[in-house]
């Protein structure tokens, strides 16, 4: 298996620009998060789906951010109109249920300019 | 308000010792706690996890501890090598909101 797969690894975009975040969780995985990292912040949670439904998304920090979950393996992340605030690197997660451990994805680093 | 605490927020150690970092928790009720690598540029990867009735796991040279009562746990990583360098996050599973709460992770660096 290849993993929790994100991209862009890198989007660098102007303020006001629409910016759509992708990942696709590892086959089989029942649980989908996405987390935004930054150094003054540390990992937070946005936003978690469970059988591709939204179950919180009270980490969202405004109405600009969305997210949607439209199948089993596939998530985005959208952010319009971007703002400089909004860098970070985005992570992807997804796991199989509790206990289990949730596998990140390699990240995506938001630069807003 | 669920918090988890790390200390310190940053390491320095020469390359072959010991060291331990600390987590301390307010998550309740719990579920789980797991303690992460996160290698610079790189996603979150887990060393371990505990459940609530675990007192310790090791995975090689990292062990993880776990009181429960007291809401703390540690992860002693023995022999240190270079490639140890990285943030250490523990991560600690809020049982009723199924969330997983994050601390701010200690920065490791391991010098030669």
């Known amino acids: 298996d290849a993993g929790v797969i994100q991209s862009p690894r890198h989007e660098v975009t102007e303020m006001g620009q629409e910016v759509t975040l992708r990942c696709k969780p590892i086959?089989?995985?029942?649980?989908l998060f996405w987390y935004r990292q930054t150094m003054m912040r540390g990992l937070e949670l946005l936003i978690y789906?469970?059988?591709?439904?939204?179950?919180?998304d009270s980490g969202m920090p405004e109405d600009r951010f969305s997210a949607k979950m439209p199948n089993a393996s596939f998530s985005t992340l959208k952010i319009q109109p971007s703002e400089p605030r909004d860098s970070a690197v985005y992570f992807c997660a997804s796991r199989s249920g509790q206990p289990t451990e949730a596998f990140f994805g390699q990240g995506t680093r938001l630069t807003v300019v | 308000k669920n918090q988890v605490e790390q200390s310190p927020q940053s390491l320095i150690i020469l390359e072959g010792k010991n060291c331990t970092l600390q987590?301390?928790?307010?998550?309740?009720?719990?579920?789980?706690l797991r303690w992460y690598k996160q290698d610079t540029g790189r996603g979150p990867v887990s060393l371990t996890i505990m459940t609530f009735s675990e007192n310790t796991k090791s995975n090689g040279r990292y062990t993880a501890t776990l009181d429960a009562d007291t809401k703390q746990s540690s992860l002693h990583i023995t022999a240190s090598q270079l490639s140890d360098s990285a943030s250490y996050i523990c991560?600690?599973?809020?049982?009723?909101?199924?969330?997983?709460?994050f601390g701010q992770g200690t920065r490791l660096t391991i010098n030669p």
């Open positions: 991560v600690v599973t809020d049982q009723g909101a199924q969330k997983l709460v």
């Open positions: 086959s089989g995985h029942n649980s």
């Open positions: 789906f469970n059988n591709n439904v939204p179950i919180d």
């Open positions: 987590c301390n928790y307010t998550v309740s009720p719990f579920s789980n």
